[in-house]
């Protein structure tokens, strides 16, 4: 004659406790993704045991939590870290397609601040360039600040209506 088989530990016990093994993973790991599999990991090692041989399930849960831990720890520390790439091997230059783009814009910016009267693309300059207010503008003009600012701004606008026309 056999034994009964029991059953395996039932849904109801890992509604019970799967939360709470969710949040002491994630405190513990600090990632949803490995906390969830690592609580499917010990939902599974339990389901091997007989409820009557485990005693206090929360406590065996738990005791299977922390080894799982452990193995986890153990496991990132035996690999490889990556090591940091060192900046100063990285190139500072952009990307070809960037700097093609890049090269495309200024020459498109110089051949509209050609079109510009002199006035304006000399306030423009002054102030971008060499950092002027627009009160010294206006003094190397010979304008009021407020129409040295008017030229910065007719020059911008200007530019920037034009630069992606092409």
């Not at 005791?63 to 496991?75: G, S, T, V």
């Not at 110089?110 to 079109?115: C, I, P, S, T």
Request: proline share 6%; net charge negative; hydrophobic share 35%.
């Amino acid at each position: 004659m056999s034994l009964p088989v029991d059953p395996p530990p039932s849904e109801e016990l890992f509604r019970r406790y799967s939360p709470e093994l969710l949040r002491f993973f994630t405190r513990q790991t600090r990632c949803s993704e490995l906390a969830a599999d690592l609580r499917q990991e010990t939902w599974l090692r339990l389901q091997g045991r007989r409820v009557e041989e485990v005693g206090n399930v929360r406590a065996f849960l738990y005791r299977i939590a922390r080894n799982l831990l452990i193995d986890h720890h153990r496991q990132q520390q035996s690999r490889p870290q990556l090591a940091p790439i060192d900046e100063t091997l990285e190139s500072q230059l952009p990307e070809p397609e960037r700097a093609t783009e890049d090269s495309r814009r200024l020459a498109r910016l110089q051949a509209l601040m050609e079109e510009l009267p002199e006035h304006l693309r000399q306030a423009l300059l002054w102030n971008r360039l060499d950092g002027l207010t627009q009160r010294e503008i206006g003094e190397r003009l010979g304008v009021s600040e407020s129409m040295a600012g008017r030229y910065i701004l007719k020059a911008l606008e200007y530019c920037q209506e034009r630069m992606d026309d092409r």
